[in-house]
């Protein structure tokens, strides 16, 4: 895999539930840590837009061409707007990789879903799509999906794109341009 590989990081911006929206940041990134481009959508508050969305962002990019996957903070952006990431591969032609630092805690959100939203089954099918994949590191694991890629090129992926601590480069950057944006200035880990 080449060093200078295109990737796509995509992370939300912080929000209270009692908002309507939040942002959500695509930062198109080589994996040695050279930023090219900066995307910018919104999404609804526990909505079920955000696939539409982040295919949109994905087709309607100059960048598309070049890059080579699209790595996305979880699989729920805004709460629960959650990301079929099959899906967003499928029409986008883009593999797409999940990482999260904690593995998800199924049966809790489950309840949270019942308890919320009359679509919840639905909600909760799209989280258990695909298989999560737990990657050692050199600090603490992180959980991984994948569509479109095998979890062991989403590994190298990975790996070339985290240069400190364990998450890749173009999900923390996106984190923290969001972050900024929403609040003045940005804070809390990807």
């Known amino acids: 895999m080449k060093q200078e590989i295109r990737l796509l990081g995509v992370d939300d911006g912080p ?13 198109v990134m080589r994996a040695s840590g050279y930023i090219e481009g900066i995307l910018k959508k919104e999404i609804s508050i526990d909505g079920n837009e955000a696939t539409s969305i982040i295919v949109d962002m994905i087709n309607h990019t100059r960048h598309k061409k070049q890059v080579k996957a699209m790595m996305l903070d979880g699989v729920a952006l805004g709460g629960f707007n959650i990301v079929d990431i099959q899906k967003v591969f499928e029409e986008t032609d883009l593999p797409v990789i999940t990482v999260t630092r904690d593995k998800p805690n ?7 879903l019942q308890s919320h939203f009359d679509d919840w089954e639905q909600r909760y099918e799209l989280l258990l ?62």
């Not at 929000?15 to 930062?27: L, M, P």
């Not at 049966?107 to 949270?112: D, G, H, N």
């Not at 999906?145 to 790996?159: D, H, L, V």
Request: with cysteine; proline share 4%; net charge negative.
């Open 15 to 27: 929000f209270h539930f009692s908002d309507e929206k939040t942002v959500i940041i695509g930062v």
């Open 129 to 190: 799509n695909g298989t999560l994949f737990e990657m050692e590191t050199a600090y603490n694991p992180i959980f991984v999906k994948c569509a479109g890629i095998s979890f062991e090129e989403a590994k190298e992926i990975i790996t070339l794109a985290t240069i400190r601590g364990v998450i890749p480069e173009p999900i923390r950057v996106a984190h923290i341009i969001a972050s900024g944006i929403l609040r003045g200035e940005s804070y809390g880990k990807a």
């Open 106 to 112: 199924f049966e809790s959100i489950k309840t949270a």
